[in-house]
């Protein structure tokens, strides 16, 4: 088992910067990557960001290149998504996972380990 605790939601304006922090514990040797993907109201849950814990390879959805970045820290156990000039529409619960795959990181289903979410909001 892995356990995720995300942090580091909250209000936002337009235009400002937020960073999430996702913390493992766990068998964390079973997470070999490790995801944040968001769902807003209405909405269904979507793929944001991801990275190969080994590698740090990075992967983005086309709608957050270039603003969002993620990062981990093997010593903290730790993936950080940093996320800058944030838009109303970037306001979802975000979610941080874990999977043992290097496959299909995308996609939700590849992911067995979720965190509880951490609510982000942007105003206009």
């Known amino acids: 088992q892995v356990q995720l605790v995300e942090s580091g939601g909250g209000l936002v304006q337009a235009g400002g910067s937020l960073r999430l922090s996702c913390a493992a514990s766990g068998r964390t040797g079973s997470r070999n990557t490790m995801g944040w993907f968001r769902q807003a109201p209405r909405k269904k849950r979507e793929f944001v960001a991801a990275?190969?814990?080994?590698?740090?390879?990075?992967y983005y959805a086309g709608s957050v290149k270039g603003r969002f970045t993620i990062s981990r820290d093997n010593a903290k156990n730790t993936v950080y998504l940093q996320m800058n000039s944030l838009k109303p529409e970037d306001t979802a619960q975000y979610y941080c996972a874990a999977t043992e795959t290097v496959l299909r990181i995308t996609d939700q289903a590849a992911y067995a380990y979720w965190g509880q979410g951490t609510q982000v909001t942007v105003s206009s």
């Open positions: 990275i190969n814990w080994s590698s740090g390879t990075t």
